[in-house]
């Protein structure tokens, strides 16, 4: 299927109408045609959307930008493209938790610094601040919101359902829930690439929530400046720009800096253990079915737990050892994401299967992720009888 005001053909002009008449893109003369979507009769390209003809941008210093668009000609200059193809300008300065910088080829205001909220395996949970918690079970919690709006703060909630299942009956990741710009997402083991009963990759036509695959990953992001990477089993990791420090709650806590408060309740009071916490934020199943209720597994009781005998096996090189070995496929990743948690996580998950090597891989696979996510190298680590 085709964007709007286009529709397909199989043999089309390799050079078709644009809102730039002038640049012709290189070589496309010398092609027949070109099989894909073209813009309907009455409409021409601007950038990849197709618009009626009196609609196109505005030129700006031998650059394009559509109708309507913002942009940063400089740090202290911001512009709008407006009807006509005229281009107004103001002189601004960036936010307090904002630098300008190029992000991505784009000049403009991002945010100073980011907080990182990451759930992997049976589910241990570190928080915005660095706070490491478990939280075994089958219930559905809040993990994230807004719950102290500021000006130019967009509103969000990230909700998230466990399941227990597998070998050893681990808890693991069912479903995320993400409510941000007007917009619900779910994403659901088992229907991996089904978005909003959509198909991957998702932009929506405001622009403003945008949700692709990224290798066995589902990746979104908003305009405010909101990330999720989830790869729909046992990794989640959550990102919100420096601009909500200490506006957020749930069980990823505050974002202030100090992980000594972060289990706080809905009241804002500190709760006097995890269970009390972990509860607070506890809500009804996100699908609950007739006679269906959740299980709090061994919060509060013992949790079965793997001895220091029992899990050294799994230490070695072969398997958990491979996170912290600084000569491993991870090794160049230490200094960005410390190997420390993830190793322990992966002992833990691991012997509580048995050895069984899906945990295993699933445990390397949440720390790629997370060096992948932090912007660090890693080598090849999978091979055809490897993960």
Request: proline share 5%; aromatic share 8%; with cysteine.
């Amino acid at each position: 299927s085709c964007p709007r005001h286009s529709h397909y053909e199989l043999c089309g002009s390799s050079c078709p109408a644009t809102c730039r008449p002038r640049v012709v893109p290189e070589g496309c003369a010398s092609v027949l045609c070109i099989e894909g979507c073209f813009c309907d009769r009455g409409y021409v390209l601007s950038g990849d959307e197709c618009v009626p003809e009196g609609e196109c941008g505005c030129e700006y210093q031998d650059r394009y930008y559509k109708k309507g668009e913002e942009f940063y000609p400089s740090c202290r200059e911001r512009c709008r493209c407006k009807a006509g193809g005229v281009v107004e300008c103001e002189e601004v300065f960036c936010g307090a938790h904002e630098e300008c910088r190029v992000e991505e080829g784009v000049l403009g205001c991002y945010p100073a610094g980011y907080g990182r909220l990451v759930v992997s395996g049976d589910p241990h949970y570190v928080t915005f601040d660095g706070r490491a918690f478990d939280l075994p079970g089958s219930c559905a919690y809040v993990l994230a919101r807004l719950c102290e709006p500021a000006t130019r703060l967009a509103n969000f909630t990230v909700l998230l359902e466990q399941e227990v299942g597998g070998r050893g009956q681990v808890a693991l990741m069912k479903k995320v829930v993400v409510f941000a710009h007007g917009y619900a997402v779910s994403m659901e083991r088992g229907r991996r690439w089904e978005v909003m009963r959509y198909t991957l990759p998702l932009v929506t036509e405001d622009r403003k929530l945008r949700v692709v695959q990224e290798g066995a990953n589902i990746a979104l992001q908003t305009a405010s400046g909101l990330r999720l990477l989830y790869n729909a089993a046992t990794y989640l990791l959550i990102v919100i720009p420096e601009a909500y420090r200490g506006r957020v709650c749930g069980l990823g806590g505050n974002y202030n800096g100090d992980p000594g408060d972060d289990f706080r309740l809905p009241n804002g009071s500190l709760a006097r253990s995890t269970e009390e916490f972990v509860t607070s934020w506890k809500i009804p199943l996100l699908e609950e079915e007739e006679g269906e209720a959740c299980s709090d597994g061994c919060v509060g009781k013992a949790c079965p737990a793997c001895d220091a005998t029992h899990a050294a096996p799994y230490a070695a090189g072969d398997s958990c050892g491979l996170i912290r070995d600084p000569k491993g496929p991870f090794g160049l990743c230490h200094p960005r994401v410390s190997p420390a948690e993830y190793f322990q996580h992966c002992l833990h998950d691991v012997c509580g299967a048995g050895g069984d090597r899906q945990a295993l891989c699933h445990s390397l696979q949440a720390y790629a992720a997370a060096c992948q996510a932090a912007g660090a190298e890693i080598a090849g680590w999978r091979t055809d009888t490897f993960c």
